[in-house]
Structure formats: C-alpha cells, structure tokens
T-cell receptor
C-alpha cells in the first residue's frame, strides 16, 4: 500500500533552473495539497486542489505553479528556481477534509537551490 | 485570519517524565483541532483530533482537550518514551474550509 509518493526525494538546482515535483496517491482521494516546511516557520500551504482539474492558491503561492490533470497526481512546478525556495516540500491528500480532517502525507522532497 | 501558536522548542525530557506542549489558536468559525507528529525523516501523521468544544482526543497515551473558553488544545502525555522524540504540530481546520493551518511545530527530545 503505497499511500502518497513524492518524487524526487532530493534535488539540487541552480538559480534560474526549472523543475517539477510529482505527487502520486493511490487512495482515490479528492483533495491534494502542497506544503513547504522551513525551520522556524512550520508548514505553509503553497497550492491545493479540491478535485481533478482544479487548483487554488494557498498561503505562499508565488513562484510556484501546479496542475491536477489526473485525480491521482498533483504536480508542483518551479519555473525559475530561487534560493528562497530551498525547502522541504510535502504533499498530502485527503478524501474529504470536512469529514475526518485527516491529511495523509508523503515523505517529503528536499530541494536545494544554489 | 486563522492562526495556531505553539510553544517553542526543543522540549527536552527524561524518559517517564510528564509532557505538556501548549497550543492556542484563533479562528473565525468553529474549528476542528489536530495534533500531528513528524518522526525524523518522515512525513507528518495524525496523532489525535477533536472536532468540538470539550472533546478530548487521545491516541498512544497522548491526550488533548478542546477548550473553547481559552482557545487552547494542549498536548499531554503522562510518561514519555525515547520513541516519542519527534516534532509535534498543532493544526486547525476552520468550519467551511478545506485547508489546515499548522503551527510552527515543537521538537521533543526524550533521553533515556
């Protein structure tokens, strides 16, 4: 039972490069989220999706784009990476947040921008 | 907007000590409250939750009571173990919203 899988787990980029983080869930969840975790800042919501084909901005969306073309996948893109985007990124999913409220998290993707 | 405030860490305890991690919140509606735990190198996982005032969530010896009058949801455990060493996050989901707001996390270090 894979749950929420994030790829890649580690990546080093140079300033200005682009990349995409992939989140895949096999639980048929409707809602998916991308968070970033920084020391002293906790988890901050970047973007989220309430279903296939939908996306919405979170607390810190600038510099990121997302897509949810398939229900099981939620992609996070950085078009032109900046050192301020060095962070650990977590994807999460849930069937219905208004029901149990429980989010299921992936193991994280550590991104370093030089 | 909604916010969650947790005590800063790290909290360092000896095994079998009593644990309290304070959490207070502000919300515009009637939130559900959560504690998540993150073990080293892993993602977050739900520890316990409470959905209305005076509810007590409990799991693995941890407890937290939803106190509306003090807008608090403090995490407690009577006797911690080395294996409880982790980062603990308090979170809320306000009524009508599909996103969670997290606190900054509190690291707990338990020594033998």
């Amino acid at each position: 039972n894979a749950g929420v899988t994030q790829t890649p787990k580690f990546r080093v980029l140079k300033t200005g490069q682009s990349m995409t983080l992939l989140c895949a869930q096999d639980m048929n969840h409707e809602y998916m989220y991308w968070y970033r975790q920084d020391p002293g800042m906790g988890l901050r919501l970047i973007h989220y999706s309430v279903g296939e084909g939908t996306t919405a901005k979170g607390e810190v969306p600038d510099g990121y784009n997302v897509s949810r073309l398939k229900k099981q996948n939620f992609l996070l893109g950085l078009e032109s990476a900046a050192p301020s985007q060095t962070s650990v990124y977590f994807c999460a999913s849930t069937p219905n947040p208004t029901n149990t409220g429980e989010l299921f998290f992936g193991e994280g993707s550590r991104l370093t921008v030089l | 907007g909604d916010s969650v405030t947790q005590m800063e860490g790290p909290v360092t305890l000896s095994e079998e000590a009593f644990l309290t991690i304070n959490c207070t919140y502000t919300a515009t509606g009637y939130p559900s409250l959560f504690w998540y735990v993150q073990y080293p190198g892993e993602g977050l996982q739900l520890l316990l939750k409470a959905t209305k005032a005076d509810d007590k969530g409990s799991n693995k010896g941890f407890e937290a009571t939803y106190r509306k009058e003090t807008t608090s949801f403090h995490l407690e455990k009577g006797s911690v173990q080395v294996s409880d060493s982790a980062v603990y996050f308090c979170a809320l989901r306000d009524s009508g919203y599909s996103t969670l707001t997290f606190g900054k996390g509190t690291m707990l270090l338990v020594s033998p």
